[in-house]
Structures are given as C-alpha cells and as structure tokens.
C-alpha cells in the first residue's frame, strides 16, 4: 500500500501550477556506459549487471561508515529543465542484509547547502532483497494546506522533497543520493533514472469521518462503528493471549535475574560493566515504552474545509470532538469506542497492550492520567514557565535557550518541578524527570558558529538585556583584566569593557584564542543550567532521577556539565541502528544515557509520511524497530529507548506543525498494527537475556 502514496514537504511549489503538464516519460540515465559527472563523498560508485531494469547495466552506490552523510552525487552535462513533470522516479535494488534507510536531494545551483536554499530532499527506506520505484515529487506544496504530505503518485513510491528557501526546477544542476550516519557499509543499486509525466490533483474530501483516507483501502481499516467493537473484541483475545513476559516483576523489572539493593524508587547501577536502572524491588531494569501516551492531536478545519468536506455534520462523536477551528480525530473514535468518558479506559486498555507487547514504561509528553496509575514506570517532563530570559542564536532555534544567569530561571524551574513532585514524588513507579526537550545547545560537528552557538549569541546581545552576556563579560574580566590583553589575544580593538556591552559580533573565522574563550563560557553556561536544575529537582523530590534534557544537539563542553548533574543523559537518536563509532563520544563520561526519542514510519496505514526515518510497511517497521532495540542493548551504556509516538499522526496532520506521520503502534481509529506489535512484542520478550547473557 505504501506505493499508492505521495510525501510532499516543497516550501515553496516546485511545480507551478501554470506550467503546461507533460504527458511523456523523459530517460535520463540507464548507466548503459561510464558516465562523467559522478562525485563520490565517503562513498563509491561503480557499473553493476545485478538489479539492472532499462538495458543491461545499473549503478551500484556503496556509502561507508562511519561517515555522518555519505553520498553519491550525479550531476548534469548542463542545467536541466524539469517543468512540468510530475517527479523524477529512479529503480532501486538493495542487495545487502540490511534494510536501508536513505535520502535524495536535488540541487538547482551550485550554492546549495543542504539546508534547503536551492535544494529540495527526500527520504526513503528499502529492505534487504527488495525491488522498488521511488519518486521525488515536483506537486503541490503542502504548506498551503497546511500539512507536511499529501496523498497520490501512482505505483511509485514517494521519497518526499522537503525544503525552504529559493528553489528553480528548470535548472537543475545535480541530483544525489546520502545516508544518514549509517552504522555500517550499505549498498544500493539504482538504475532508470527517468522524469516521469505531470498530473493534476484533487484533495478534495480526503478523509471520512473516522480521520482515515478515503482512497484506499488497508487491513483494519474502518467501515462502521460496529467495526470498532469487533476489533476491541478481537484484541481482547489477542492481549489475553499474550501477557507480560514472564519473567517481568511488577514494574517491568527482570525478576529472573539478579536481585540488588532495593530502595523502593528507581535508581542506576552497573551489572558486569553494564549500566541499568533498578527498579524500586532492586531488579535489574531497562526502559523501553512510547511517548505520548493518552494524548491526541486536534487537525485544523478552517482554511482546509476542502479536506473534509465530506464529513457529516450531525455525527455526535465528531461534534463533541471539534474545536473552534479544527477536530480531534482520534478523540472522536475514541468516545465511538469506549464513550463520553473515554480516557480511564483508553488509558487502562493502554496499559494492558503496553505490558503485553512487551513495554515497561510511560514516555515523555504522555497524558496527566498516567501518573500514579499503579501499573506502569513513568517518566515526567517539565517545563519552565517562560519568565526568564533567553539567549538566542539562530539556527532555526525561534525561542533561543533558557539563560541560566537570570536568577528567575531558577525560579521558573523551581516552581515547574514542585508541580509535578506535588503529585508523584512518593510514587515508586515514577523513574525521574526530563527538563526541556531538545534545547538550543547547537551541533560541535556541524561549524565552529553552532558549537559556540550560545557563546556567540550571548555576545550579539544587549548586555543590559542579558544576564548571560553580564556572565561572559565577567568571565573575560576575570581572566584578562584590562581590555588590551583581551584585545592582544582576539585581535579585537575594543576601547574598553563597557564598550563590549552594546551587541558584538565577531569575524566568521574565529581566532583559536577566542574559540579557547568561547569554549570556557560554554562550560560555565552548561553547568550552571545543569547544576540549576539538577539543585530544583532534588530539592522537590530527592527519590527520583534527573534524566537530563533530551540532547537533540550537544557539544563536548554541554555533555560534561550534563554529566556532571544528570542521573542519566539523554538524546533523542532517530538513526537506522546505534553506530559504536559514533557514540564514543560518551567514552569519557562514566553516566547511563537513555534514548527519549526514535521510530521508523511508513505508509501503508492511510498516513501519508514517514515520520524521520522510513520503513515499507509494517513488517519493515518490526524489522527496522528489532535492529535498533538491538544495537541499543549491544551499547553498555545505554539503558533504554523510548518511541515517538503511541499513536499515528492525523492524516490531515497535526494543527501546530502539519506533521502528519505513520509512526504510530495504533492507527488514528485506535486500532493496533498488529504486524508491527507481533514483531515489536517478540523483540522486547528478550530485552534483559539478551542484554544480560550474551
């Protein structure tokens, strides 16, 4: 099913609606004979007869580890026009054992980035011995309609084309193919490489009454209300059939293994040089569990009425369901299924389906309803009401960090904390706390302007606006004393300190000398928000873990402070599997880490994304999701993962963002993907002998 459909994320159009549409098929590679213009980056290419589909020969494209995006780039003789063609479709091949997640892109100058200005990417997945077409669209630009995918192309399926910025489809100078830091040696073999005829479009009454998309058809798709009690029926029996693991204690903790200390609250330990939680009976205890348990996303209606345009308006579940401008799709099928009142039973069924797959945890973002439910551990996120100040750097980051030198972030995160820990600091099946999620600490592997992003943002600031700008001016203070030894070591001419306090900006190249600085303020800034924290939380609840931030971006200095306060790290890792190359970053540091976000997406389900990294199908998703679990338990370090999200995503997508993503364990009519959960639920049986007794 995931052929049928169609991801667009262009920002702006990369077709215009005025372009004539092409009605012909336009080859543009078959790799018959050598071809110039083919550049390799960590990668290699080279002529293959193995998985060849127009003529005799292919092009088989080896991406090496570890590599952070390994690619094979092909460019053109001379600018290509590509107006009015629906998308450029290629042949893929994978010949390895490995499913492999990928990305494309393509470029209409040379000054492309990769960061969308003049490019537009894609992302795909296929699975170890699988033939497939793949397209990259040239349609309709999503953000008009205010979602990241749209449904349709054909027999193709689709890799997406995400982007911002300026863009030219007729002139084209190259296309590629990448991997995101794969954790080993992949393949692919791609042939037929052609543009393939334009299209009109119809988005018009797009889902039915139930959220579901109203042009295909799948397994548990929804016909009737009393479909919803046949499967509710149906999973009975099947979560009757499979209970929790049996060797699982209360909390989901190992009771076949060893018994340590108990202390009545979870904690960390090493087990034969292996980190773990301890549950509160002192069992070994490895968290695995979704996010965003007991949630739901409302879909906007005003401005779109043409996407629903076929709902009924005298459905009570939809009424009771809708806001001021939108629905709640998933709300309403659940009133349908378990009435009115719906979320004690939602969440209790919930948490029958969570043991039973094999799950011990309640991730991040989840319903209040899960806290002190009594039958599943729990993770709780804070965050601090938006009183104090905060450093902004750039980098897509609109709402800038949190400024740990305005004593008001103390406040604000002391009164977050003790909110929660009113309610759950004598619950033992409470794990810890998270504070923030993905914060601004900017990406030491990208440039020297994101490692010292927050650094460099302080100094652009207003000192009389900025406590972490005072902060930085004190510290150089501190170490130069007079202005002309700070001016003598950063080349600088600064008439004295006071001058620094208006904005500063300093060259693109940054003097080794001033990068030392910038590094020193980055440790003080890091440790002075962890130790903020770290001091907020034990003072609310002193029996339960700090598990830090949820490290999207980081630097050596941030995940040294973070070390130095955190229980436990944490970092939101979409990958296809743990790379050990890759994550020596943390050899220095001797703390547990929890992953707090990752997941594999597909579309055979009606949604129309993939989420950030793709699978085909459901299978592909069991397949995807054992891989990574696995490679995550090989790491000593690491003491669980939790996914991104519980439940799909609306089709129609989510009002904040668009997002509008197949990742969830349950469809947006609740009902499970059990090829998926069957898969998922074998994996997690053998978490702690696996991790344990290997």
């Given at each position: 099913m995931s052929s049928r459909f169609l991801a667009l994320w262009c920002l702006p159009a990369l077709l215009c609606a005025q372009e004539p549409l092409k009605t012909d098929t336009r080859l543009l590679d078959s790799f018959e004979s050598s071809r110039a213009g083919i550049t390799d980056k960590d990668a290699e290419h080279a002529p293959a007869t193995e998985g060849a589909t127009e003529g005799a020969k292919a092009l088989r494209l080896t991406f090496h580890a570890p590599a952070a995006y390994p690619a094979v780039i092909l460019a053109f003789d001379s600018p290509q026009d590509f107006r009015g063609y629906g998308g450029l479709a290629f042949d893929v091949y994978n010949p390895g054992r490995n499913t492999v997640a990928f990305n494309t892109r393509i470029d209409s100058s040379s000054e492309a980035d990769g960061t969308g200005h003049h490019s537009r990417t894609g992302r795909g997945s296929i699975d170890s011995g699988q033939h497939s077409t793949f397209v990259i669209p040239f349609g309709t630009d999503p953000s008009t309609l205010k979602v990241k995918a749209l449904p349709g192309f054909g027999a193709f399926r689709s890799l997406g084309s995400l982007g911002k910025g300026p863009f030219d489809l007729g002139h084209v100078v190259n296309w590629q193919v990448f991997l995101n830091l794969p954790a080993d040696d992949r393949e692919l073999i791609i042939d037929n490489v052609r543009l393939v005829p334009g299209r009109h479009e119809d988005f018009s009454n797009l889902v039915d009454k139930?959220?579901?998309?109203?042009?295909?058809?799948?397994?548990?798709?929804?016909?009737?209300?009393?479909?919803?009690?046949?499967?509710?029926?149906?999973?009975?029996?099947?979560?009757?059939?499979?209970?929790?693991?049996?060797?699982?204690?209360?909390?989901?903790?190992?009771?076949?293994?060893?018994?340590?200390?108990?202390?009545?609250?979870?904690r960390v330990a090493k087990q034969d040089g292996k980190w773990t939680f301890?549950?509160?009976?002192?069992?070994?205890?490895?968290?695995?569990?979704p996010t965003c348990v007991g949630t739901t996303d409302v879909t906007t209606i005003t401005g779109r009425e043409q996407l629903f345009n076929g709902l009924p308006a005298d459905d009570p579940a939809l009424n009771a369901?809708?806001?001021?401008?939108?629905?709640?799709?998933?709300?309403?099928?659940?009133?349908?299924?378990?009435?009115?009142?719906?979320?004690?039973?939602?969440?209790?069924?919930?948490?029958?389906?969570?043991l039973s797959w094999g799950f011990n945890t309640v991730a991040a973002f989840s319903s209040w309803g899960s806290i002190g439910n009594g039958r599943v551990p729990y993770t709780l996120t804070v965050w601090p009401a938006d009183k104090h100040a905060r450093v902004t750097w750039g980098a897509g980051y609109v709402r800038g960090m949190d400024d740990p030198f305005d004593p008001q972030f103390a406040a604000d995160v002391a009164s977050a904390v003790a909110a929660q820990a009113k309610r759950a600091k004598d619950d033992p099946?409470?794990?810890?706390?998270?504070?923030?999620?993905?914060?601004?600490?900017?990406?030491?592997?990208?440039?020297?302007?994101?490692?010292?992003?927050?650094?460099?943002?302080?100094?652009?600031?207003e000192a009389s606006r900025s406590p972490a700008k005072r902060a930085m001016l004190g510290q150089l203070r501190a170490k130069y004393g007079d202005v002309s030894s700070l001016n003598a070591a950063w080349e600088t001419s600064?008439?004295?300190?006071?001058?620094?306090?208006?904005?500063?900006?300093?060259?693109?190249?940054?003097?080794?000398?001033?990068?030392?600085?910038?590094?020193?303020?980055?440790?003080?800034?890091?440790?002075?928000?962890?130790?903020?924290v770290a001091e907020a939380i034990r003072s609310a609840d002193p029996h339960h873990l700090y598990l830090g931030c949820r490290f999207a971006g980081y630097s050596p200095e941030v995940l040294a402070a973070a070390a130095r306060h955190c229980d436990v790290l944490s970092f939101n890792i979409y990958r296809d599997k743990l790379s050990t190359s890759e994550w020596a970053v943390l050899d220095r540091y001797d703390k547990p880490v929890l992953i707090g976000e990752f997941h594999f997406g597909s579309t055979d389900r009606g949604v129309f994304d993939t989420g950030l990294f793709a699978a085909a199908d459901q299978a592909s998703r069991g397949e995807s999701y054992r891989a990574y679990v696995q490679s995550v338990l090989d790491h000593p370090k690491f003491v669980g993962a939790h996914w991104f999200q519980?439940?799909?995503?609306?089709?129609?997508?989510?009002?904040?963002?668009?997002?509008?993503?197949?990742?969830?364990?349950?469809?947006?009519?609740?009902?499970?993907?059990?090829?998926?959960?069957?898969?998922?639920?074998?994996?997690?049986a053998d978490i702690y002998s696996y991790r344990f007794k290997k």
């Open positions: 139930y959220g579901q998309y109203t042009r295909e058809t799948w397994p548990g798709k929804v016909a009737t209300d009393a479909d919803l009690a046949a499967q509710a029926d149906m999973e009975d029996r099947d979560l009757a059939a499979h209970p929790a693991p049996a060797d699982r204690n209360a909390y989901g903790g190992w009771a076949a293994g060893p018994q340590l200390e108990a202390t009545g609250f979870f301890v549950d509160p009976e002192g069992r070994l205890f490895l968290s695995f569990g369901a809708k806001t001021s401008d939108g629905v709640d799709f998933l709300k309403a099928n659940l009133i349908r299924k378990y009435g009115k009142d719906f979320l004690t039973p939602w969440l209790d069924r919930s948490y029958t389906r969570l099946y409470c794990i810890g706390y998270f504070v923030g999620n993905e914060e601004a600490w900017g990406f030491y592997k990208n440039d020297p302007s994101s490692h010292y992003g927050l650094a460099l943002g302080a100094l652009k600031a600064f008439a004295d300190w006071s001058s620094m306090e208006a904005p500063v900006s300093l060259p693109k190249t940054l003097k080794p000398k001033v990068i030392d600085d910038l590094s020193a303020f980055l440790s003080l800034y890091a440790d002075t928000y962890f130790r903020t519980y439940a799909d995503q609306p089709a129609t997508g989510r009002a904040m963002d668009g997002e509008n993503a197949g990742i969830g364990f349950v469809s947006i009519t609740d009902t499970p993907h059990q090829e998926f959960i069957d898969s998922v639920r074998q994996t997690n």
